[in-house]
């Protein structure tokens, strides 16, 4: 048995984890700040950002190491491949969450919020849970090597991408009747389009969980 | 699509009581690398030699099922082993130059087979050195003795001796298990040539040799062929835990 080698794997999948759970915490976070209007919140995630950062920089090193010294094959070699494109999504996810935490910082503190019911705004809201929902649970399939939770938040897309575009026409439409609010109304669909895109990054992770389980491409049908 | 050259069919080998192969089926194609893995004792050397009747030389081996060569089988009574042994010839882990010049050892076989002519022996010679890569470093010491040689030139050396004979098909044990990184690196890809006109059937300790040079791979355990596919299946995505388990390290 090679113990060393399977540590360095199983160590290689705990920082992804631990990159993971730093990255839910700051979606949860940037949206407690835009709908409970806590503006520490988001300055949290700002200052987290460069911490997320961080740690796809130190598991790209170990997964260079790893394929420089132990020569991986099969599974492992799945793992650490996919391992190395999943962080370049988490980082990307990490990012999104800071733009979400400084679009929150703008928009906080004036009457904008409450004139548009925001804390109460239904779509908004079901997007940030499901993306969030979505992390976590894609996280869980990484942790157990499990296709089939994977192929479950892959589902979950089609749900963003409708809420998207019901926000989209609805905020569009909202502009057109006030236009001295466009600026701030521009902002919130921007949120909901980066949490569109935050969940196709998280569609990719879940095509990585497939491969590292099964060796099976899946591609999501855009 | 590629033919089959070497079939066996439920091959079956005992060294006395004792079963070193267990109902062996493998097809392995014409102008294609096979490589056999798996750990010491798994039976892998043994099912290379039964492809030349190498362990016809010992007493106590049985075997029954079928091995095909062109189709026909080689363990039939009437079967030229001789003529089989040329057409099928073997490099051996360590190499094992005749104790004569560079020269004499490629004209070896060709003298065997009834060739005197100094022409033809001198055209047998440079065809088969320089196949066998090595032309350039020996052209002007060929009546020097092999021993003189480096082990990868001995080596190198070896399969040009094998060449001279014009086999069909070239088994190798273990072929680079004795040589350095760079000598590894010139029969790998001397083995990578050869192939455009040989079936070459190799066994390899090397996983990553075995990753880079075949076609098709075949693992073998305790005398059993427990799976068989291209290479880069094998490699990447294997079907058999105990595959996965061996060729990652995590065996035992």
Same mark, same amino acid.
């Given at each position: 048995?090679?113990?060393?080698?399977?540590?360095?794997?199983?160590?290689?999948?705990?920082?992804?984890?631990?990159?993971?759970?730093?990255?839910?915490?700051?979606?949860?976070?940037?949206?407690?700040?835009?709908?409970?209007?806590?503006?520490?919140?988001?300055?949290?995630?700002?200052?987290?950002?460069?911490?997320?950062?961080?740690?796809?920089?130190?598991?790209?090193?170990?997964?260079?190491?790893?394929?420089?010294?132990?020569?991986?094959?099969?599974?492992?070699?799945?793992?650490?491949?996919?391992?190395?494109?999943?962080?370049?999504?988490?980082?990307?996810?990490?990012?999104?969450?800071?733009?979400?935490? #400084?679009? @929150?910082?703008? $928009?906080?503190?004036?009457? %904008?919020?409450? *004139?548009?019911?925001?804390? /109460?705004?239904?779509?908004?809201?079901?997007?940030?849970?499901?993306?969030?929902?979505?992390?976590?649970?894609?996280?869980?399939?990484?942790?157990?090597?499990?296709?089939?939770?994977?192929?479950?938040?892959?589902?979950?897309?089609?749900?963003?991408?409708?809420?998207?575009?019901?926000?989209?026409?609805?905020?569009?439409?909202?502009?057109?009747?006030?236009? #001295?609010? @466009?600026?701030? $109304?521009?902002?919130?669909? %921007?949120?909901? *389009?980066?949490?569109?895109? /935050?969940?196709?990054?998280?569609?990719?992770?879940?095509?990585?969980?497939?491969?590292?389980?099964?060796?099976?491409?899946?591609?999501?049908?855009? | 699509?590629?033919?089959?050259?070497?079939?066996?069919?439920?091959?079956?080998?005992?060294?006395?009581?004792?079963?070193?192969?267990?109902?062996?089926?493998?097809?392995?194609?014409?102008?294609?690398?096979?490589?056999?893995?798996?750990?010491?004792?798994?039976?892998?050397?043994?099912?290379?030699?039964?492809?030349?009747?190498?362990?016809?030389?010992?007493?106590?081996?049985?075997?029954?099922?079928?091995?095909?060569?062109?189709?026909?089988?080689?363990?039939?009574?009437?079967?030229?082993?001789?003529?089989?042994?040329?057409?099928?010839?073997?490099?051996?882990?360590?190499?094992?130059?005749?104790?004569?010049?560079?020269?004499?050892?490629?004209?070896?076989?060709?003298?065997?087979?009834?060739?005197?002519?100094?022409?033809?022996?001198?055209?047998?010679?440079?065809?088969?050195?320089?196949?066998?890569?090595?032309?350039?470093?020996?052209?002007?010491?060929?009546?020097?003795?092999?021993?003189?040689?480096?082990?990868?030139?001995?080596?190198?050396?070896?399969?040009?001796?094998?060449?001279?004979?014009?086999?069909?098909?070239?088994?190798?044990?273990?072929?680079?298990?004795?040589?350095?990184?760079?000598?590894?690196?010139?029969?790998?890809?001397?083995?990578?040539?050869?192939?455009?006109?040989?079936?070459?059937?190799?066994?390899?300790?090397?996983?990553?040799?075995?990753?880079?040079?075949?076609?098709?791979?075949?693992?073998?355990?305790?005398?059993?062929?427990?799976?068989?596919?291209?290479?880069?299946?094998?490699?990447?995505?294997?079907?058999?835990?105990?595959?996965?388990?061996?060729?990652?390290?995590?065996?035992?």
């Amino acid at each position: 048995m090679r113990q060393s080698y399977t540590e360095k794997l199983d160590d290689l999948k705990i920082e992804v984890l631990r990159m993971g759970a730093l990255v839910e915490d700051a979606i949860t976070k940037a949206s407690y700040s835009l709908l409970r209007q806590e503006v520490s919140l988001a300055e949290e995630v700002l200052r987290n950002e460069e911490h997320i950062n961080k740690y796809e920089t130190i598991i790209e090193d170990k997964c260079v190491i790893l394929v420089a010294t132990e020569q991986p094959v099969a599974h492992d070699l799945r793992l650490i491949i996919s391992t190395l494109k999943s962080i370049r999504d988490l980082e990307r996810i990490g990012d999104y969450a800071a733009h979400l935490a #400084s679009i @929150a910082r703008n $928009l906080i503190g004036g009457n %904008f919020l409450e *004139k548009f019911s925001l804390p /109460l705004h239904n779509n908004i809201k079901k997007m940030f849970e499901m993306c969030v929902e979505m992390i976590k649970k894609t996280m869980q399939a990484f942790r157990e090597e499990d296709a089939g939770i994977a192929r479950e938040v892959m589902e979950f897309d089609e749900q963003v991408d409708s809420l998207y575009l019901d926000v989209f026409k609805e905020f569009l439409g909202d502009m057109k009747q006030d236009p #001295s609010y @466009a600026h701030q $109304l521009n902002s919130l669909i %921007f949120v909901s *389009k980066y949490l569109e895109r /935050l969940a196709d990054h998280v569609i990719n992770i879940c095509e990585e969980i497939i491969y590292i389980q099964t060796g099976e491409r899946v591609e999501k049908q855009n | 699509m590629n033919d089959t050259k070497i079939s066996t069919q439920n091959l079956n080998l005992f060294y006395g009581d004792v079963q070193a192969l267990q109902d062996i089926s493998f097809d392995m194609n014409e102008h294609s690398v096979t490589a056999l893995i798996g750990p010491s004792g798994c039976g892998k050397s043994t099912f290379l030699r039964v492809i030349n009747r190498m362990n016809d030389l010992i007493d106590s081996v049985k075997i029954t099922g079928t091995v095909l060569y062109n189709g026909n089988n080689i363990y039939e009574g009437s079967f030229d082993v001789i003529a089989l042994r040329k057409s099928i010839g073997m490099v051996f882990q360590k190499p094992n130059p005749f104790p004569m010049s560079i020269y004499d050892n490629v004209a070896y076989g060709p003298r065997i087979h009834g060739i005197r002519k100094k022409d033809e022996l001198d055209s047998i010679v440079e065809k088969s050195i320089r196949q066998a890569a090595l032309w350039d470093e020996v052209s002007d010491r060929l009546n020097t003795p092999a021993l003189g040689l480096s082990g990868g030139q001995q080596q190198r050396l070896c399969i040009a001796r094998v060449l001279a004979v014009e086999p069909d098909v070239i088994l190798m044990d273990e072929p680079t298990s004795a040589l350095d990184p760079i000598s590894t690196a010139k029969i790998e890809d001397l083995i990578n040539e050869l192939k455009q006109m040989y079936t070459i059937i190799i066994v390899t300790h090397n996983m990553q040799q075995a990753g880079r040079i075949s076609d098709v791979t075949g693992f073998f355990l305790n005398g059993v062929l427990v799976e068989t596919g291209p290479t880069k299946d094998i490699f990447f995505n294997p079907k058999e835990k105990r595959t996965e388990d061996y060729i990652s390290g995590r065996f035992g």
